[in-house]
Structures are given as structure tokens and as C-alpha cells.
């Protein structure tokens, strides 16, 4: 890939992501047992400290995420305000 295929790609995700307010943080690494770390900005960000339990979901086989458990109702509030606001819930944009 060119760097300017990189850089096409990298201001696509950022358009997209602003829309859909996520931010990148930057990548990890996962290690041979598994473990990955998340980065400081993000703990800080996020409030997670050593001891905190997080949940793992992942949406199309594909986009992994971390929430901790003291955020879980309002996470699934928000999921169903994107459902009933007509959120993609068929998976007909999941890649085969």
C-alpha cells in the first residue's frame, strides 16, 4: 500500500469517525497469551484503572470494544436509542 493510499485511508476513517464520534487512538499490540495494553490516554480518558472489570463485545465479527461493567446500563441505553432510531440492526453491510 503507498503512503498515499495510507493517508486517503486515514482521512476517510477520520471523516467517517467524526460522524459517528469515535476516536483512534493510536494501535496495539497483541501479545502470545493474548493480552494486549490498553494505552494510557485511553485509561485516562475512560476512567479505567488496575482491578476494573470490562466487558468485550464485538459488532460484525469484526470491531472489538472494552466497556466496564459500571458502564454497562448506559451503554445499553444507547444501543437502543440507536435501534430505535434505525440503526443497522440486519447486518446486511457485514463482509463475507
Given at each position: 500500500m503507498s503512503k498515499d493510499s495510507k493517508?486517503?485511508?486515514?482521512?476517510?476513517?477520520?471523516?467517517?469517525?467524526n460522524q459517528c464520534a469515535?476516536?483512534?487512538?493510536g494501535t496495539?499490540?497483541?501479545?502470545?497469551?493474548?493480552?494486549?495494553v490498553i494505552p494510557k490516554e485511553v485509561r485516562k480518558l475512560t476512567g479505567i484503572e488496575p482491578g476494573?472489570?470490562?466487558l468485550v463485545i464485538t459488532k460484525h465479527d469484526r470491531a472489538?470494544?472494552?466497556v466496564k461493567n459500571s458502564d454497562l446500563a448506559e451503554?445499553?441505553?444507547y444501543m437502543r436509542?440507536?435501534?430505535?432510531?434505525?440503526?443497522d440492526t440486519t447486518h446486511?453491510?457485514?463482509p463475507q
Amino acid at each position: 500500500m503507498s503512503k498515499d493510499s495510507k493517508t486517503h485511508d486515514t482521512k476517510a476513517f477520520d471523516s467517517l469517525a467524526n460522524q459517528c464520534a469515535v476516536k483512534m487512538h493510536g494501535t496495539v499490540s497483541v501479545g502470545a497469551k493474548g493480552q494486549v495494553v490498553i494505552p494510557k490516554e485511553v485509561r485516562k480518558l475512560t476512567g479505567i484503572e488496575p482491578g476494573d472489570t470490562l466487558l468485550v463485545i464485538t459488532k460484525h465479527d469484526r470491531a472489538v470494544g472494552l466497556v466496564k461493567n459500571s458502564d454497562l446500563a448506559e451503554i445499553l441505553e444507547y444501543m437502543r436509542e440507536e435501534i430505535g432510531a434505525g440503526a443497522d440492526t440486519t447486518h446486511k453491510n457485514h463482509p463475507q
